[in-house]
Structures are given as C-alpha cells and as structure tokens.
C-alpha cells in the first residue's frame, strides 16, 4: 500500500506501514458490543425526544438556569422579602423529626452570613449546631423559586423539594431552587453533598446544576456533590441523565453507578454514599410515615408516598436494561438474564424487547444452551420489530449453525441472508462467512467466486486482505 | 419438492444478486437512508432507530480509523448519532445521508483528539485489539500489537488537524477535494496537513524504528 501523490522515498514507506497498521487495528463491533451501543443510543434519544427541551439540543438545558439567575440577580429583593417572610413563617415552623437533638427551631439552616456565599437565610439562626453530621435536624420545605437553604458544616437538614422529592443535605452545603413549575423543579447545589429521592412518576423532572454538570432526575434514588473542582452524581436506584460541561450530550447514568464532572466515563457507586442514600431513604421513609398524619403542616402538606413505596418502582425499559447491562458488566449472568427477561415480560412492545431478546439469546449460548438461543434468535429474526436487530439475530442464527458444524444448513442460512438483505451492512460479514467454509471445505472454486464478490463489493472490508489471501492460495497451482 | 432443489434457485440468486454493481447496491442503500431520513423528520422516531441500526459500524470503523483504540469510543458513537439527530432538521439530502454522518464523525473525533491531546494518555499494546488472521502465532499477535500501539502513539503526535487529513486521504484513500469538504478546509490546506503529517510520522517513526521497535 502507498501513500497517493508521494514520490517513493521512505516517507512512502512509512505512511503504507502507518496504513496498515491504522488497518490491521480491530475496527468490527462485535454482535454484543452493537447490540448494547444501540441501546445506548436508543435511551439518549428517548431522553431528547421526551425532555423539556424536545428535540432541541442538550445545550438548551442550560438556558433555564441562566434564566433562572438572571430572575434570580433581578429579583434579589423579592428574594430577600421572601426569606424574611421565610418557609418558616409561611409554611408552619420547622417541625423537629424523631430522634432530633431537639435543637429549636431553624436549626440547619444557616445564620446570614455565616456561610462562604451570599446566601438568604429562611429561617432564623440557629442557636447551637450538632457535634455529629449524622443527626438529621430539621424538615424543611423548599417549594418556590428563589428559596434558598444554607447548611453549616456539621450539619445535616432533610428537605421537601416540591410535591416529590426529598432530600437530605449535608453541611456545609447551599441550595437554591431556581425554577418550581408544575412537572419541572430546578434546583441549584453550589457545594455540599445532596443525597435525595426522586418521584417521578406523574411524569415531573427534578433538574440539578452542580458546578460543571446539570443532573436531570425521574424517579430515583441518588446523590449529588457538588464542588467548585467538578461535581459527582451518584445513583442507588433507577437513572438519572447527566450533562457534563464541555460534552454536547447527556449520559445516563444507571443504579449503582457515578460519574463526575472530570471524569470521562461512568463509574461505581462509592459504597460510602451507597450507605449513606440507603440512610436517606430509610430515614425519610419513616419520618413521612411518623410524621404524615399529625404534623403541623400536614393538612397543606404536599400528598406523601406511602412509606412502602420505592423509588426505583415501575422503572422504564430502558432502566431495567440498565441494570441489566450493569449485571453483564459485572458477570452476573444469572441477574441479567433476570432482567432482560423481566424487559420481555413487561415491555414486550418496547425496542428495547428486541435487544433483551437478543441479549438473552447471547447468554444461552455463553451458557452453552444453543438450542434456547437459537429459539430467540429465530424469534427474534422472523417477528423482531427493528429491521436491523431482525437481521443481527438472523446472521447470528447462521453463525450458530456453522459453529454447530451444520454446514450445509449454514450455507443455506447465510445465501438467503444475502439474497433477502442486498443493501445490508453486514453483507461483508456474511461473505466472509461464506469464504471461511468453503475454504475449510477446501472448495477451491467457491472460495474464488466469493472472494471476487468480497473484493467487488467490500474492497475496504475489514475481510479484504484475508480474501486476497484466501483467493491467492486456492489460484496457485 | 425436496430440500435440495430449493437450494439451487436460492444459491443461484444470491449470487445473481450479490454480483449487482457496488454503485447499484450504494443507490439502493442511499435511497433507504433518505427514506428513513424523511420519516424521522416527520417525527417517527423508529426510523432514526433503524437508520443509526445501519450505520453504526461504519461509524464504528470510521472513528477507530481516526481516534484509535480508544476506550471512549461508545461514547463518542452515543454522540455522533445524538448530534445527527439534534441536527436531522438542517440535513437537506444534497449528499448522502452517510457523507453528512461522515462529516459529524470527522468533527467529533477532531474534537476528542483536541481534548485528549491535552491529557495524553500511553496506549496500552495489550489493550489494541488486531484483526485476526489465520495461523499466526501467540508471540506474532503481541509483536503486532506492540507495533500497532508504537505507530498509535506516533499518530498521537501530530496535530489532531493534520492526523485527521493523514487519515482521510492515506489511510481512507479519499481525493483531496473529498477531504476539503468533510473538514471544511480549502484543498491547498489539506494538502499541507497531510504532507505535514506524514513528514512528522517519517520523523516519529523511522527514529523509533531506529531504536530497534522500543515503544515510545
């Protein structure tokens, strides 16, 4: 291979190895890899199909918290009138919660000026802080745009967000609600740890800025850290869609997994915060049960979920295949399985059935039952709704009768796959199927005819130069 | 009617059909694509789902040629269809569908080499996955991959801007003028990219290949 438009001097030389060597890298997605990266997309789109922002860019998704902050540079003093009056004095003084160290009102809340930013005060100053962070001091309810909490170091204060979230805030920590609209609650966390639940089941979405990322919520379990250095969203149940600073699209991120603005890729849980939102939502559970039917706020409170509802029920499609994928990453095959088959089950109309199928059918073989898989790959290949997973699962049925050493069957299989799918893009793939039988066959004269067809119409085909080199040995004499 | 006697009309046709002229083959997938196109610009969303279906490995192959082994390659494949969708609505069909992904791509991966050439990071020979070929060895395998990271590191060298020109018009063999248009570039410029590129991989790696194949 040369370099085009070069005279022949070792610069020539050394592009034709750069070439090959840029060739000879592994550049196929294998059935597994296409089948999860597909999924991936698919759950990236329904998130921007079905966001706020529609199909808009994921860039719009900033456009809120900028109106949001100028409202909120505007109306500063509306602000101020508003922490005066504050949650307390509207709302019902902040009730103590069972266990409390009974510290009086407003504690958890942090006195004006005392915290690092410019933060209004909602309630008044608290008289004495709690020496142990694990004491959850005071339920607050931040409803309103422009309410804002501060919690000092030391300190932890569990919060109403609206109708459906709740959460519990870890001094020192400052939080802001910057939009509060039926179905939409933006909130904004400049630094301390937020650990929080989620209900989104009437379709609402929770929206979190942290510094360098923008969280957004449906129904979940999770946390988020926010620090001036980068931010961390770490979630226990369901997902959560976050947007890093500098990255054009949204990632999900699923059950037991992380991620953080400075890194580039989802990671696990920490166990520590696993124990921690695992506390939250314990906590919150019984305060909402203990609390619900005499507290003094309890007649203009918001409805509460019952104290058995989790917040990882009636997941999506998609989060039920996250945990799936989560299991495979973890070589809990037995879990995945569970969890693909619960996607069939429940959501046997959804696209994501197809890959659960699909993903099925590759765990039957990895556990060696081929007739199973190759059961779901028939399924899948004949009644599958998307074309492309119908003709993955169709290659993946011949690939299945040559590896069983049906050679005939396979050939069969793969001739028909050409013949019904033309314009595939998995043609190349096909014929060098082909070419490898017929060269174990030894079928000389098929190896010919089909290494032609392969350099004809697959002449950067990944197969291209094994062809060359398959069609050469059967020429020579 | 037996078995055998409907194998040969369909083996016959597969090979009538698969001998249809590759620019034959191209139109017809063309024409898919902008039928698809049409459809989930009309707001069907499945029809994005077949069209990214169709393409994935081409942009797969594409971005690997680029990037290289890259561990973030599912991400960067995540944002290549994202931005195709988002940016569906401005795809007015003078090119082909797969030129407009191939531009998107091109972009994308000129990005994550801009930002990755900021924090670089040693590639991993272990890690480079190298197509397989037939009787070679367990120690001609690592050999491969041990020149295929040395050459990988070289390529991370030089400019993303003028790799990327090496890449599309050496590697991918595409014209000058082809290249121009994927990357917005005149075609002078692009030819100094790639002369510029190779006369630094010359550099990079006939030094290396000096120092008996030492990894960078």
Redesign the interface.
């Known amino acids: 291979m040369t ?2 438009g ?1 005279g022949g001097d ?2 020539d030389l ?2 034709a ?3 090959e ?9 294998d059935d597994m ?2 089948a ?3 999924a ?3 759950a ?3 998130h ?2 079905g966001g706020p922002a529609g ?4 860039r719009t998704w900033r456009r809120p918290l900028l109106v949001g902050l100028v409202l909120g540079s505007a109306g500063m003093a509306a602000a101020v009138a508003l922490a005066i009056v504050g949650a307390a004095g509207e709302r019902g003084q902040p009730r103590p919660v069972r266990g409390l160290a009974s510290t009086g009102d407003g504690v958890g809340t942090s006195p004006l000026g005392t915290g690092p930013g410019p933060g209004l005060p909602i309630a008044p100053p608290p008289s004495t802080l709690p020496a142990s962070p694990s004491a959850i001091l005071v339920e607050r309810e931040l409803s309103r745009a422009f309410d804002r909490l501060e919690v000092p170091a030391g300190t932890r204060v569990r919060a109403r967000l609206g109708q459906r979230a709740r959460m519990t805030l870890v001094g020192p920590a400052e939080v802001a609600v910057v939009v509060s609209r039926p179905g939409l609650t933006e909130v904004e966390l400049t630094r301390g740890r937020m650990l929080a639940d989620y209900d989104g089941r009437s379709g609402g979405k929770l929206r979190i800025h942290a510094p360098g990322l923008v969280a957004e919520v449906v129904g979940t379990l999770f946390a988020v850290e926010a620090e001036a250095g980068g931010s961390r969203v770490s979630v226990a149940h369901g997902e959560v869609a976050v947007l890093v600073e ?4 949204p ?1 999900m991120v699923n059950a037991a997994q992380s991620i953080g603005a400075g890194t ?2 989802v990671q696990a849980l920490a166990p520590a915060i696993r124990v921690e939102l695992e506390d939250h939502a314990r906590s919150a559970h019984r305060a909402s049960a203990s609390s619900a039917p005499t507290g003094p706020t309890s007649a203009s409170a918001p409805p509460r979920r019952p104290a058995s509802a989790s917040p990882s029920e009636a997941p999506s499609p998609s989060a039920v295949y996250r945990m799936a994928e989560d299991a495979m990453r973890r070589r809990d095959r037995a879990q995945a399985r569970r969890r693909l088959e619960q996607i069939v089950a429940r959501f046997p109309s959804d ?1 994501l059935a197809d890959t659960a199928r699909y993903e099925l059918a590759q765990l039957a073989l990895a556990d060696g039952d081929r007739a199973g898989a190759a059961r779901l790959l028939e399924t899948l290949a004949q009644a599958g ?5 119908r003709e993955s699962a169709a290659l993946a049925r011949c690939r299945l009768d040559l590896e069983q050493g049906a050679e ?1 069957r396979a050939v ?1 299989c793969l ?2 796959f ?2 019904s799918r ?2 595939s ?3 190349a793939e096909a ?1 060098a199927l082909l070419i490898d039988d017929a060269s174990r066959r030894g079928a000389c004269d098929d190896v010919i ?1 089909l290494t032609a ?1 392969y350099q ?2 697959h002449p ?1 085909g ?1 197969f291209a130069r ?1 062809a060359t080199q398959r069609r050469a040995r059967c020429l020579l004499p | 009617v037996t078995a055998g006697a409907l ?1 040969l009309p ?2 016959m ?3 009538l ?4 002229p ?1 620019r034959v ?1 191209e139109d ?2 063309g024409a ?1 694509d902008a039928a698809l196109v049409a459809q989930a610009l009309a707001g069907d ?2 029809a ?3 069209l ?7 942009v ?2 594409r971005l ?2 680029l990037c ?2 890259d ?2 390659r ?2 960067l ?3 290549i ?3 195709v ?2 940016g569906l609505g401005r795809f007015r069909g003078e090119a082909s569908f797969r030129s407009y992904l191939y531009k998107v791509t091109v972009n994308i991966a000129y990005d994550h080499l801009r ?1 990755r050439g900021k924090r670089p990071r040693p590639i991993d020979a272990g890690a ?4 397989p ?2 009787e070679a060895s367990p120690e001609s395998r690592a050999a ?1 991959r041990q ?2 990271a040395t ?2 590191t ?2 991370d060298r030089v400019k993303p801007k003028k790799r990327i020109a ?2 599309l ?5 595409m014209s000058l003028e082809e290249v121009s248009q994927l990357v917005n570039a005149s075609v002078p410029t692009v030819a100094k990219r790639v002369k510029h590129a ?2 630094e ?2 550099r990079l ?2 030094r290396r290949a000096g120092q008996e194949g030492d990894a960078p």
């Open positions: 370099a085009p070069r070792g610069r050394v592009a190895e750069v070439t060597d840029v060739l000879a890298t592994d550049d196929r997605l890899r296409r999860r990266l597909a991936r997309i698919d990236g789109l329904n921007l199909a199909a808009g860019t994921a500098g990255r054009p699209a990632i580039r890729a696209r709704r998307d074309p492309q997973l005939r069969r001739e028909t050409r013949t033309p314009a893009g998995r043609d014929l005819r067809d004809r119409l950067a990944p094994e | 194998v369909v083996a046709f597969s090979t059909t698969s001998r249809l590759a083959r017809q997938a898919q969303h499945q994005f789902g077949a990214h279906r169709r393409h994935i490995d081409f797969w192959r690997t040629h290289g082994p561990p973030d599912e991400d494949v995540q944002q269809f994202l931005e969708f988002r930002r480079i996955e190298v197509l070929a037939p491969d020149r295929l050459t990988w070289a390529l090496f890449i018009r050496v590697v991918e063999g190779q006369e991989l010359y790696l006939a």
